[in-house]
């Protein structure tokens, strides 16, 4: 999975994939040596080398904050991915499809067949490394079909539901 960091104002590339059952990383081209435990909601234990941190993570407003220490950062994490298939803000025409962003399990289905949901609002929560994801609808409209299940496995971009 690849993505797009700011931390601060400073950019970098941060590629992540499972080897052997382990996760490993690429920051900027380089690896890094990395263990992560999700300790609790919002808490992270991560090893970096021979290193230790607490990083917990908060939203404030619709700004993510991570906190290592009593050291804040402002953080914005990107999926290129997404941006491929994404149009302008202004085309809400027609119906919209919601696709899952990574790979995981559909733990819960938020809304039904012929639903009102407003633009932001909650559709599918899908499970990935651990942690829950709320995937949120694009547009104000009805639910005109859900495409999963509770339990399904999901693939990126797999669609979830679409909403007119």
């Given amino acids: 999975m690849l993505y797009d960091v700011t931390i601060d104002g400073k950019k970098y590339r941060l590629d992540l994939y499972r080897v052997d059952g382990r996760w490993s990383c690429r920051l900027d081209g380089r690896e890094v040596e990395v263990d992560a435990v999700l300790a609790r909601p919002d808490v992270l234990s991560l090893r970096i080398g021979n290193l230790a941190y607490e990083v917990k993570s908060e939203r404030i407003a619709n700004d993510l904050q991570l906190s290592v220490g009593s050291t804040r ?3 914005e994490v990107r999926d290129p991915r997404s ?8 085309d ?3 119906p919209k499809k919601i696709t899952a962003p990574m790979p995981g399990k559909v733990v819960r289905i938020l809304v039904h067949q012929g639903d009102e949901v407003e633009a932001g609002g909650g559709v599918a929560v899908v499970e990935a490394m651990k942690m829950q ?3 949120k609808s694009p547009k104000k409209g009805t ?4 495409l999963v299940t509770e339990g399904a496995a999901v693939n990126a971009g797999d669609v979830l539901a679409i909403v007119e």
């Fill in 73 to 75: 950062f402002a953080v």
């Fill in 83 to 90: 941006l491929r298939g994404r149009s302008r803000a202004e």
């Fill in 92 to 94: 809400n025409q027609g």
């Fill in 133 to 135: 994801n709320e995937i």
């Fill in 143 to 146: 639910v005109q079909k859900i």
